[in-house]
């Protein structure tokens, strides 16, 4: 399979559809591997042979040895969590060296974040979001509000001390006043942070500069995305979303990308659907077939471990990730979980007071106002673990695939049959 020089890896879905799977797969060819938003709440796995990795913060590109990989401008990046991942990767032998580069705009999550977040959470009772509890949410609003503490202030003792004290001013009156919590001591943090600044410097350096210095000599760059199409701020179940922007724009904010950058889109998409956390899920199974999907899929989380909500595949969700993302290439992964089902219903459109609605209808969905439309295929009932020849699929899971391929106008270039790099098809 040949791919054009730059290429961004998206999740089509509410994330968990196999990027880290498919960053490692397709990477070899490139240079560069970069994030460009999020932060420690993903969990990529990448397993070949009897390898097992699960990449948080680090791209999954850095697997491969002598891939440069670049934490973007667009993250959010808990140091803690950054060296934690550093030392187990090089436990099990990855090399880290000058290989890992941070952004220096990237914002930083301190203590403060994830205990609101944790709060917060904690305060909403069912109205929770469901987040990872990694203080995602709140780093983002500092950085919003324009107060974030960023890569580059760790190495400024001065500036560092400031914004650490002018931060626990404002959220410790409303740790403790507002929920009850521990305080932070700001002395505390900013010796702690300022060490972590110390052990990062030789990692932090201007990430757009390097990244288009990088384009301009001609290497070849793969933007990993983090979440999915669903969880953007912006485009996804709002308020049951992520606080970054996931799609394919922000690529452009969260790396100094021009857009004529981007040669290529693969959007990455499960065979069925899952979601962790609140919100929407109009698809999602309550019975003994998303249990099945659920076990058969493993489909635990790889950061919280949570059980992932598991449901039947929804083409307007997919079809709103191709419209946004302008996907070129489908990645269809866990086909071989769909093996054992009699029959495979898809949601195909929704109807939403008569109308049909091809793409994804948020606010109806939202105001519980919806249909969703099926149409039902019949199941293969045959083991498809490992197939890595196209020609090898049974009949019904080529229907399936091909169905899929003309409702979402992409093609399914490649398609995932189990959890190691090995077991994939790719076609031509
Ligand atoms: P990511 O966040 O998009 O990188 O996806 P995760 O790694 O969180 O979740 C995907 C899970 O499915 C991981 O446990 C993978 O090892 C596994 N996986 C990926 N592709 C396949 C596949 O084709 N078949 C099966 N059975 N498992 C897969
Ligand atoms: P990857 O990259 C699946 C979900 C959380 C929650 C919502 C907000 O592995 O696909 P946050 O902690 O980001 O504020 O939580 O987003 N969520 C994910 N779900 N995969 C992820 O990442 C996710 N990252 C966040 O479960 O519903
Ligand atoms: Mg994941």
Known sequence: MKLRKNV????????????????????????????YQGGHNAGHTVKFADQHFALRLIPSGIIHRDKLCLLGNGMVIDPEALLDEIERLRAAGIVIEENLKISDAAHVILPYHRALDLAREEAAGLARIG???????PAYESKVARYGIRVADLLDPEVLKHKIEFACAEKNPVLQIVYGRETFDPAQLYDAYLKYGEVLAERITNGTVLINDQIRAGKRVMFEGAQGMMLDIDHGTYPFVTSSNTIVGGVCTGLGVAPKHIHEVIGVAKAYTTRVGGGAFPTEL??????HLRSRGNEFGTVTGRPRRCGWLDLPVVRTAAMLNGIDTIAL?????????????VCVEYNVHGEKWKTFPAFAVAHDDYKPVYRTFKGWKQSTVGITSF?????????????????????????STGPRREETIVRD
Do not use: H, M
């Not at 987040?131 to 949410?137: D, V």
């Not at 309550?286 to 249990?291: F, H, K, R, V």
């Open 286 to 291: 309550n019975d003994e077939q998303g249990e």
């Open 131 to 137: 987040t990872t509890g990694r203080g995602i949410g």
């Open 391 to 415: 020609d090898d699929l049974p009949q019904a899971a080529k229907d399936y695939i091909k169905f899929i391929e003309d409702e979402t106008e992409a093609k399914a270039s490649i398609i």
């Open 8 to 35: 961004a890896v998206i999740g089509a879905q509410w994330g968990d559809e196999g990027k880290g799977k498919l960053v490692d797969l397709l990477c070899e060819e490139f240079d560069v591997v970069a994030r």
């Open 333 to 345: 992964t866990k086909l071989d979980v769909l093996d054992e089902f009699e029959e495979i219903p």
